[in-house]
C-alpha cells in the first residue's frame, strides 16, 4: 500500500487506501512546500509527504465495545486505534469521536460504550474516566478517575493482542452502570457522574466486564467466574445464568459482554469459546441457542467481546480478532459484515520501529501484529515476515529493527526479550540471540538496536539500564552500565561514537569502549530540548535524527549535539504526530517515521539530504510461506431435537411430519425406513413365513437456523405405498425407523436414530 505525495501536507489528508499494491502509484516527491505547510518546522524541510496505513476510516484494531443508537448508529470502541467509529446500519463509516491521548475528550483504550435513550454516548476509557459526548462527537462531560472509592475506576487499557480493556457501561432511562472490573464491582450514576453508589460490592464478581439494563434487571458479564448474573437496578441478586465453564450447550468460557432484545432475550459474547450463546427471558433465562465458531471466514469468530442488539432484533458482534463487525439475526445467520482489518497489508498496529537498507526498502516492525512490513521506495508493502497476531508468532512483540551489511535483518522481540535474524532471501527466522533476564547476556524490555559496520549489535537493555553488545554471530561482547533507562541507541558505522537516548531526557555519546564523552539535549520542548526520546538513526553525514516522543516532533542534531532542526506537531494530519517513535534516512533520502499513536508511518522527502541519493544493490527480499492459522479443538455438535407430529395414516398421506430444532445453525439429514410391524403367519401350514416388506423413505435435508423450530415432512413415494398396502392385506401396523443427522460449521456430527411405531 504506497502513499499519496502532496506538496501541502497539512492541507489534504494522504491516507494509503486498502487496495491492490499492483493498482497504487509511487509516492513522488513534489517541489515546492511552503513552511505553513510543514507543521512544527520552519523552514520546512521537507518538499513532499505521505502517509502509509490509516489512522481511522473504518479500520478496526481489536474492536472491544460496540453499542447501537436509538437512530441506528452502530458505535464501536477500538482497542488499539482509540478512537471511536461510527458507522451507519449497513456498515458505511460516518465519522470518528475521539483522539489518542489522556485529556478529557481524548481516549487511550476503549472498553466499554453504552448508548443514553437521548442519543448520547458513553465511553469507558482506560485512563479510568468516563467521556460524555453528544451524536456529533462534541464532549459534553467527564468523570472518574484511577481508585478504589466511588466514583473512581480500575477499568485498565489492556495489554498486547492477548488482553482486552476492562470496563463494561449500560445506560437506563435515567442511570448509567458501570462495572468496574479491576474493583469487582458494579457502580451506578446519574448521567453526569453524579449521585454515585456501588450497588454490587466486591467478593461476588470476578472481572466483571459487559453490562445490559432493561426496566428494573441489570445483567453482568462475570467474566472470570464463567457466568451471567442477574441484579435488580439496586443491585440485589436474582439470578446466575449458564452452566458453569466449558464449551457445551449453555456454558460459557470468559464471557465479555451481554446484550438484550426488546422482548427481553439475553445474548452473550462467549469470548473464548468464539461464539454467542443465547438464553431465554427472565426469570429464568433458560439456554435456546449458540452460534459461532473459531475462524475467519465469514460467520466465524475470533475472541468475541461485545455485541449490541438493534431495534428489529439484529445482533451486532465485536469479532475482534478478526478486526470485524458480524451482524447477524437471532438466529445466527450473518446478514451482513464490515469494518476493514488494521493487519491488512500496509496497515499498522502501533508500529514502533524502522530501518533503512542499503538498497532503500524500509522494514518497519508493527509492534502489535507480531510482524516486519517491507516497504519499497515508493511506499508500497513488498513483503511481511512474521504472522499478524492473534495467532501462533515468532514475533510477540517486535519493537525495533537494524540490517547489516549483507541486509538480513535483526528484528528486537521485546516481548521475549531477545532477538531475531531474519536471512534476507527467506524472510525466516534462522537463530535468536540474548533471552530474557538481568545476567550477563541477558536482556528486560529492550527498545531500540542498532549494528555498525564490523557486525557488533548495541542493544538498548532498557529494563536493566546498560547497552548490551553482541555479535551478529550471537557472542555476548559486553555491556556499557551506568546508562538509565536507555530506549534509543545509534552507532557510527566505524563504531567509535555511541549514541544513547536516556530517561532523564539527555542523549550521552560513548566511544566504542563505552567511555562517556558528550552529552546533550535535556528536558524541555525548544529545539534541542527533549521529552522521553526513542529511538534514534544517523544519516550519511553523521547527523543524528531523533524521534522526539513526548514532544510528538522528530529532531535532527549534528555529530556533537548542534541543534539543526525540528519538524512535526500533535495532530493527526500530514506532518504531524502522536508519539513518533521509530526514524530512519535512506540512500533516496527518504526520511520516515513510525507516527506510534496515530498506527501509520509518515515518510517526507527531505529538501537537503545530507549526501545524494544513491542507493546500493542487495538480494531480493524473501516471501515466507504463509503462515499456519491456529487451529482449536472442535465445538461439540449441534443439540438436536426430533418429534413425531403424526405417525397415523403414512400410506394414505405418504408423508410423516417431524419438528426439528437445533441450538446452533445446522443442516439437517434425514432417512429411513417404513415397514410391516410384524410378518403375517403363514395361511397354510408348513409354509415359510414370508420376510417382512420394508420400503425407503425419500431422504429430506433442510437447513435450520439457531434455535429455529422447523417441520420437515418425509415422503412416501407411491410405489413405496402400494407396495406396504398389499403386504398388510389390511392390517394397520407399521414400524418406521429414522436416522437424522445434524451437521453445522464445525464439530461433531450429531446423530439421532428414532424408532416409531405407526400406523397406514
Same mark, same amino acid.
Not at 178 to 187: E, I, K, L, W
Given at each position: ?5 502532496s506538496a501541502r501536507p497539512s492541507r489534504r489528508r494522504l491516507l494509503a487506501l486498502l487496495a491492490a499494491p499492483a493498482l497504487l502509484a509511487p509516492a513522488v516527491a513534489a517541489p515546492g512546500a511552503r513552511a505553513a505547510d510543514c507543521p512544527g518546522a520552519s523552514p520546512c524541510p521537507y518538499t513532499a509527504a505521505a502517509e502509509i496505513g490509516q489512522r481511522s476510516g473504518g479500520v478496526l484494531r481489536f474492536p472491544q465495545s460496540i453499542a447501537v443508537a436509538p437512530d441506528g448508529t452502530v458505535y464501536v470502541g477500538d482497542q488499539h486505534s482509540r478512537v471511536v467509529h461510527a458507522f451507519a446500519p449497513d456498515g458505511t463509516f460516518k465519522r470518528e469521536i475521539g483522539v489518542p491521548g489522556t485529556r478529557p475528550g481524548e481516549l487511550t483504550a476503549v472498553g466499554a460504550l453504552a448508548t443514553a435513550p437521548d442519543g448520547t454516548l458513553f465511553v469507558g476509557d482506560g485512563s479510568n474516566r468516563i467521556d460524555r459526548f453528544a451524536p456529533d462527537g462534541r464532549l459534553l462531560s467527564s468523570f472518574g478517575r484511577s481508585g478504589t472509592a466511588v466514583g473512581q475506576f480500575r477499568f485498565g ?17 435515567? +442511570? ?27 467478593? %461476588? ?20 467466574? +464463567? ?10 441478586? /436474582?439470578?446466575?445464568?449458564?452452566? =458453569? ?14 446484550? /438484550? ?12 469459546? +468464539? ?15 449458540? $452460534? ?18 438493534? &431495534? ?10 478478526? @478486526? ?60 511481511? $515476515? ?62 531500540? !538496536? ?94 543524528? $535524527? ?8 522528530? %529532531? %535532527? ?17 500530514? &506532518? ?6 521509530? #526514524?530512519?534516512? @535512506? ?40 503462515? *499456519? ?12 431435537? #426430533? ?12 408423508? !410423516?411430519? !417431524? ?12 432417512? =429411513? ?14 409354509? *415359510? ?7 425407503? /423413505? ?17 415422503? /412416501? ?44
Amino acid at each position: 500500500m504506497p502513499p499519496r505525495p502532496s506538496a501541502r501536507p497539512s492541507r489534504r489528508r494522504l491516507l494509503a487506501l486498502l487496495a491492490a499494491p499492483a493498482l497504487l502509484a509511487p509516492a513522488v516527491a513534489a517541489p515546492g512546500a511552503r513552511a505553513a505547510d510543514c507543521p512544527g518546522a520552519s523552514p520546512c524541510p521537507y518538499t513532499a509527504a505521505a502517509e502509509i496505513g490509516q489512522r481511522s476510516g473504518g479500520v478496526l484494531r481489536f474492536p472491544q465495545s460496540i453499542a447501537v443508537a436509538p437512530d441506528g448508529t452502530v458505535y464501536v470502541g477500538d482497542q488499539h486505534s482509540r478512537v471511536v467509529h461510527a458507522f451507519a446500519p449497513d456498515g458505511t463509516f460516518k465519522r470518528e469521536i475521539g483522539v489518542p491521548g489522556t485529556r478529557p475528550g481524548e481516549l487511550t483504550a476503549v472498553g466499554a460504550l453504552a448508548t443514553a435513550p437521548d442519543g448520547t454516548l458513553f465511553v469507558g476509557d482506560g485512563s479510568n474516566r468516563i467521556d460524555r459526548f453528544a451524536p456529533d462527537g462534541r464532549l459534553l462531560s467527564s468523570f472518574g478517575r484511577s481508585g478504589t472509592a466511588v466514583g473512581q475506576f480500575r477499568f485498565g487499557g489492556g495489554g498486547g493482542n492477548d488482553a482486552g480493556a476492562g470496563g463494561g457501561l449500560a445506560a437506563s432511562a435515567t +442511570h448509567l452502570f458501570v462495572a468496574d472490573s479491576g474493583n469487582d464491582r458494579v457502580q451506578r450514576f446519574t448521567y453526569d457522574g453524579g449521585n454515585g453508589v456501588e450497588i454490587v460490592p466486591p467478593g %461476588q464478581l470476578a472481572y466483571p466486564k459487559g453490562l445490559a439494563v432493561r426496566k428494573t434487571r441489570l445483567l453482568v458479564a462475570d467474566d472470570q467466574n +464463567h457466568r451471567v448474573q442477574a441484579y435488580d437496578t439496586g443491585g440485589r441478586f /436474582l439470578a446466575t445464568i449458564g452452566a =458453569g465453564s466449558g464449551a457445551g450447550p449453555g456454558q460459557l468460557s470468559f464471557p465479555y459482554g451481554v446484550a /438484550l432484545d426488546t422482548a427481553g432475550r439475553l445474548f452473550v459474547a462467549d469470548n473464548l469459546n +468464539h461464539r454467542i450463546v443465547r438464553f431465554g427471558t427472565a426469570p429464568d433465562y433458560r439456554y435456546v441457542a449458540r $452460534w459461532g465458531t473459531f475462524g475467519t471466514l465469514p460467520g466465524r469468530l475470533a475472541y468475541v467481546r461485545a455485541l449490541a442488539v438493534d &431495534g428489529t432484533g439484529n445482533v451486532y458482534v465485536a469479532n475482534t480478532g478478526n @478486526d470485524r463487525i458480524d451482524v447477524f439475526d437471532r438466529g445466527g445467520r450473518l446478514l451482513r459484515s464490515f469494518g476493514r482489518s488494521g493487519r491488512a497489508p500496509g496497515q499498522f498496529n502501533q508500529p514502533s520501529g524502522v530501518a533503512a537498507d542499503a538498497a532503500g526498502f524500509r522494514a518497519v516492525t508493527d509492534a502489535i501484529n507480531g510482524r516486519v512490513e517491507f516497504l519499497d521506495p515508493t511506499g508500497r508493502v513488498v513483503t511481511s $515476515w512474521g504472522s499478524p497476531n492473534p495467532g501462533p508468532t515468532v514475533l510477540p512483540r517486535p519493537v525495533a529493527v537494524a540490517f547489516d551489511a549483507a541486509g538480513d535483518a535483526y528484528v528486537l522481540d521485546q516481548r521475549r526479550a531477545r532477538i531475531l535474524v531474519f536471512p534476507r532471501g527467506t524472510g525466516q527466522p534462522s537463530r535468536s540471540i540474548a533471552s530474557q533476564g538481568s545476567d550477563p547476556g541477558r536482556l528486560l524490555d529492550p527498545s531500540a !538496536l542498532a549494528i555498525d559496520a564490523q557486525g557488533t549489535i548495541t542493544v538498548a537493555d532498557t529494563g536493566n539500564r546498560r547497552l548490551a553488545r553482541f555479535s551478529t554471530g550471537g557472542t555476548y561482547l559486553g555491556a556499557i552500565t551506568g546508562t538509565g533507562t536507555v530506549r534509543g541507541v545509534a552507532v557510527t558505522p566505524a563504531g567509535d561514537r555511541i549514541y544513547a537516548a536516556n530517561g532523564a531526557n539527555a542523549i550521552t555519546v560513548y566511544d566504542a569502549a563505552g567511555t562517556e564523552t558528550a552529552q546533550f539535549g535535556g528536558t524541555g520542548n525548544k529545539l534541542g530540548k527533549l521529552n522521553a526520546p526513542a529511538q534514534m538513526t544517523l544519516d550519511g553525514a553523521g547527523n543524528l $535524527w531523533v524521534a522526539d516522543r513526548g514532544n510528538n516532533r522528530v %529532531q %535532527q542534531f549534528g555529530p556533537d549535539g548542534e541543534r539543526l532542526l525540528t519538524l512535526g506537531e500533535r495532530g493527526t494530519g500530514t &506532518g504531524q504526530f502522536i508519539f513518533p517513535t521509530g #526514524v530512519s534516512v @535512506d540512500c533516496n533520502g527518504l526520511l520516515t517515521v513510525t507516527d506510534n499513536g496515530n498506527n501509520r508511518v509518515q515518510q517526507f522527502a527531505l529538501a537537503a539530504p545530507a549526501t545524494p541519493p544513491g542507493c546500493g544493490q542487495l538480494p531480493a527480499l524473501g516471501t515466507p510461506p504463509t503462515p *499456519k492459522a491456529p487451529t482449536l479443538p472442535p465445538p461439540p455438535g449441534p443439540d438436536l431435537q #426430533v418429534t413425531a407430529l403424526r405417525t397415523s395414516g403414512i400410506l394414505r398421506t405418504r408423508s !410423516l411430519p !417431524l419438528r426439528l430444532r437445533c441450538d446452533t445453525v445446522c443442516t439437517v439429514a434425514i432417512t =429411513g425406513t417404513v415397514r410391516e410391524r410384524t410378518a403375517p403367519r403363514p395361511t397354510k401350514q408348513g409354509a *415359510k413365513a414370508r420376510k417382512v416388506v420394508s420400503v425407503p /423413505l425419500t431422504p429430506l435435508t433442510l437447513e435450520l437456523t439457531a434455535a429455529q423450530s422447523r417441520i420437515g415432512r418425509v415422503a /412416501l413415494g407411491a410405489t413405496q405405498a402400494a407396495r406396504l398396502r398389499r403386504a398388510l392385506a389390511g392390517r394397520r401396523g407399521l414400524s418406521v425407523g429414522l436416522n437424522v443427522t445434524a451437521t453445522s460449521a464445525s464439530g461433531e456430527l450429531t446423530t439421532v436414530p428414532q424408532t416409531l411405531d405407526a400406523t397406514g
